[in-house]
């Protein structure tokens, strides 16, 4: 299996969402441009997407930023306002230049959305489904039940225009003994892709485990936001539930030093350069 790591152009945020600040411990809202603290020193992190060719088919993972956040690829404040609201404005901006939203450079692989088999969402904030009206084409897309629930439940969290015409396949984790809270789903029942859920950041957070030759490639989303976040076991500043959060990076820092993992990849470091990884 050849597993493809996308950058679909960045999003930018106070450094102490991606690395919680200890000291301030600051709340969401003073993450947000609203307060000086989360207008102070913001960073620009890149936004990872990832497709895997599988015997069984191909395979998305996240749909990263929609064209409509930046119409001539620069950065435009009033059509993100339109695309994701305000409220997520406040707290992260993003740019995509031409050619560099997913859609745009599968298209010049000669990849359609209708070509996608599964498009499997890590979870549904705006840097990650941004983009999923642009892939309705695509056969299948999942997302896990807990992650749907919670898009009702704390809906301020999310931007569920983002979806609208979009047909969901929600899936259910099952009890495997896998993952940090055993939870875990065996996409094709020969254990070569496992969804798994990383609860914290949200309920739903799905980390995509790929195994061939002995060997397996884990990416891990937003359960942290860099390698140093497992090496150092630094969580990121927001999490809807902050313990499991750090149970979570504590299971991807055992996994990520497993002598068999060739690559553990969180979506937004700026060390994951786009390149391909080969699983056989
Ligand atoms: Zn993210």
Known sequence: MKIRIFHTGTVCVSPSLPFKDKEKDPNPVQMTLLSSYGR??????????????????????????????SPEGKYNRFAQVKHMGVGHFLLNQGVVPQGEALVEQLAAMGIQPKDIDYLILSHLHTDHASGLRQFTDAKRILVSREELDDTKKYAVRYAARMWKGVKFD?????ETGVGPVGRSLDLFGDGSVELIQIPGHTSGLTAVKLNGGG?????????????????????????????????????????????DCLASLANHDPDVRPSEIVLD
Do not use: C
């Open 40 to 69: 102070r020193n913001r960073v620009w992190l890149p936004v990872s997407a990832y497709l895997i060719e599988h015997p069984r088919g191909r395979l998305l993972v996240d749909t990263g930023w929609h064209r409509e956040i």
């Open 170 to 174: 929600p899936f259910s984790f099952e």
């Open 215 to 259: 060997k397996f490639v884990l990416l891990f989303a937003d359960g942290g936001y860099a390698k140093k976040s497992w090496e150092e076991l630094i969580p990121p500043g927001t999490a809807l539930d902050e313990k499991q959060a750090f149970h979570s990076l504590e299971w991807i820092r055992q996994m990520s030093m497993n002598e």
